[in-house]
């Protein structure tokens, strides 16, 4: 690897998405939830770049680790994120999915103070009802070589739109890239009630049954162009 290309990767995610963290398997997943009546495509941003990504599943190469691959769970920093150890979700009731080699590490932001109820536990203790918990995150991956960073299958990561097959321009700053994948609301701003359905999505998605209701007084929804709805990310333990 060249040293003017090695940087610290972060890929800044902002939108209602599921992690699914595998052990029994070299990927790290990230599902997308099927919310096109109420958001823009989801989508990369670069550092001069901009790409949309279709329904279907995407593989993000961004180099082997700099050590020995660990198949242990990725390691959570900063706010909490709705875990739960559960049954391998299914990647097909996603309307994408991103597959990335597990990063170094998580960090949670812009946590959300908010109620989790499901009908099969009504005394919900995983996480505990008044948690705040995160909802935008970054994933950190460490000395990457940002001239190998790919998207497969090729697409045309250009904002004029370009037919050809690229790959993302990343400018590291102070050692380190941004590579951002959010999903846009149609309407801004967005409610409560939105950040509530997209949740509800989210979970049905990995088969579960349960509800969010932002708790009074708790942190209010930041409503930005790529923001989250303050809906409640999801790290799934398979």
């Not at 070589?145 to 904002?159: H, R, T």
């Not at 950040?195 to 049954?209: E, H, P, S």
């Not at 509800?211 to 162009?225: D, F, L, N, R, V």
Request: aromatic share 8%; hydrophobic share 35%.
């Amino acid at each position: 690897m060249s040293d003017d290309t090695v940087a610290n990767l972060h890929i800044f995610l902002s939108g209602p998405f599921v992690f699914r963290d595998d052990k029994d398997d070299d990927y790290f997943r990230i599902l997308i939830p099927d919310l096109l009546d109420s958001h823009f495509k989801p989508g990369f941003t670069a550092s001069d770049d901009a790409v949309e990504l279709e329904n279907g599943i995407w593989i993000l190469d961004v180099g082997k680790p700099p050590r020995a691959y660990s198949r242990d769970p990725v390691t959570v920093v900063g706010s909490k994120f709705d875990e739960f150890k559960h049954p391998r979700p299914a990647s097909s009731n996603a309307y994408a999915v991103i597959k990335v080699r597990r990063p170094d590490y998580i960090q949670g932001m812009a946590p959300n103070s908010s109620m989790i109820a499901s009908p099969e536990d009504p005394r919900p203790k995983d996480p505990p009802a008044t948690t705040p918990l995160a909802t935008k995150a970054v994933l950190v991956f460490q000395n990457v070589d940002l001239a190998k960073v790919k998207l497969f299958p090729q697409i045309a990561w250009n904002s004029e739109g370009s037919s050809v097959p690229t790959y993302p321009e990343l400018t590291p700053i102070d050692g380190v890239a941004v590579l951002n994948l959010g999903m846009q609301p149609k309407e801004t701003p967005v409610t409560d009630d939105h950040a509530r359905m997209a949740y509800r999505n989210m979970a049905r998605m990995v088969g579960r049954d349960r509800y969010m209701q932002p708790c009074s007084g708790g942190i209010q929804t930041e409503h930005a162009k790529y923001n989250d709805c303050g809906a409640i990310l999801m790290l799934v333990h398979v």
